[in-house]
């Protein structure tokens, strides 16, 4: 018998009839799924993994925290243990690629579904750019990227060769200057939609203490004189930072799903 996929076109009628009774239907034959559908169709079961796993870890947004804070302090205490054993570098575990940056992008990530998931229960239905939610998922995953790629870096080196920029009075690093210009134009680009974080107070609160230590390790970045244990001091306050970010998103998402549910 000749496969069914197989045989030249026109060889199969374009009708079959059906037993004995006089039902015909059309053949058809099945086409194979494109690639692009099929990277499209695997993408959305993981987005449909993540937004179930923030609904269930929404539920208990203070033992996620309870678990996360002393867990990041214990891995940097031992990367930085590990890195002066190993290369005599205690900032070995936060360079770049390294865990401790690896971790830190996997905090932003993570935020960044959960602001995804509040986004999509949004009762009016405001396009990504019209809530505090869905611009803020966006945004984190530009930092995201930016934690990874580390581009400041590359830009502020090249600002210094070869333009001949120097960091103003006070300012040791520009690269550190340049991180903070960043992260100010995205909370001053956040505080235009900040008026959905009015209905979450304790939300509002974790994400303040993350923006303190956020502020702290750009602080040390910008002014402190660079050495391996300012480097892991500045690291240490951002990778805190993240849990407490997080937290905020998951307090948030929390109150939206028993709102929904009880309404």
């Given at each position: 018998m000749a496969p069914l996929l197989g045989g030249d076109p026109g060889a199969y009628a374009e009708w079959m009839s059906i037993g004995p009774s006089s039902w015909r239907l059309r053949a058809t034959v099945a086409r194979p799924t494109s690639r692009p559908q099929l990277v499209t169709g695997r993408l959305r079961r993981y987005l449909a993994t993540a937004d179930a796993t923030a609904v269930r870890f929404s539920a208990k947004p203070g033992a996620v925290l309870a678990w996360l804070v002393p867990a990041n302090a214990l891995l940097a205490a031992v990367g930085v243990a590990l890195g002066l054993?190993?290369?005599?570098?205690?900032?070995?575990?936060?360079?770049?690629?390294?865990?401790?940056?690896?971790?830190s992008a996997?905090?932003?990530?993570?935020?960044?579904?959960?602001?995804?998931?509040?986004?999509?229960?949004?009762?009016?239905?405001?396009?990504?750019?019209?809530s505090f939610w869905g611009l803020s998922a966006v945004l984190l995953v530009?930092?995201?990227?930016?934690?990874?790629?580390?581009?400041?870096?590359?830009?502020?080196k090249w600002l210094q060769r070869d333009v001949g920029v120097r960091a103003p009075s006070g300012i040791v690093d520009l690269d550190g200057l340049l991180m903070a210009v960043l992260l100010v134009t995205v909370a001053g680009t956040l505080a235009v939609r900040s008026l959905d974080l009015l209905r979450h107070p304790r939300a509002l609160a974790l994400f303040t203490c993350a923006a303190l230590l956020g502020a702290t390790s750009q602080y040390m970045d910008a002014t402190f004189r660079v050495s391996a244990w300012q480097f892991v001091a500045?690291?240490?306050?951002?990778?805190?930072?993240?849990?407490?970010?997080?937290?905020?998103?998951?307090v948030a998402l929390g109150s939206v799903v028993r709102k929904q549910s009880s309404g």
């Amino acid at each position: 018998m000749a496969p069914l996929l197989g045989g030249d076109p026109g060889a199969y009628a374009e009708w079959m009839s059906i037993g004995p009774s006089s039902w015909r239907l059309r053949a058809t034959v099945a086409r194979p799924t494109s690639r692009p559908q099929l990277v499209t169709g695997r993408l959305r079961r993981y987005l449909a993994t993540a937004d179930a796993t923030a609904v269930r870890f929404s539920a208990k947004p203070g033992a996620v925290l309870a678990w996360l804070v002393p867990a990041n302090a214990l891995l940097a205490a031992v990367g930085v243990a590990l890195g002066l054993a190993l290369l005599d570098d205690p900032a070995l575990y936060f360079r770049e690629l390294m865990p401790g940056t690896l971790l830190s992008a996997a905090h932003l990530l993570a935020a960044a579904l959960v602001a995804r998931a509040i986004h999509r229960r949004d009762p009016r239905g405001r396009r990504w750019y019209e809530s505090f939610w869905g611009l803020s998922a966006v945004l984190l995953v530009v930092l995201v990227v930016v934690e990874l790629t580390q581009p400041t870096i590359f830009l502020g080196k090249w600002l210094q060769r070869d333009v001949g920029v120097r960091a103003p009075s006070g300012i040791v690093d520009l690269d550190g200057l340049l991180m903070a210009v960043l992260l100010v134009t995205v909370a001053g680009t956040l505080a235009v939609r900040s008026l959905d974080l009015l209905r979450h107070p304790r939300a509002l609160a974790l994400f303040t203490c993350a923006a303190l230590l956020g502020a702290t390790s750009q602080y040390m970045d910008a002014t402190f004189r660079v050495s391996a244990w300012q480097f892991v001091a500045e690291d240490g306050a951002k990778a805190l930072a993240g849990p407490f970010l997080l937290a905020g998103y998951l307090v948030a998402l929390g109150s939206v799903v028993r709102k929904q549910s009880s309404g």
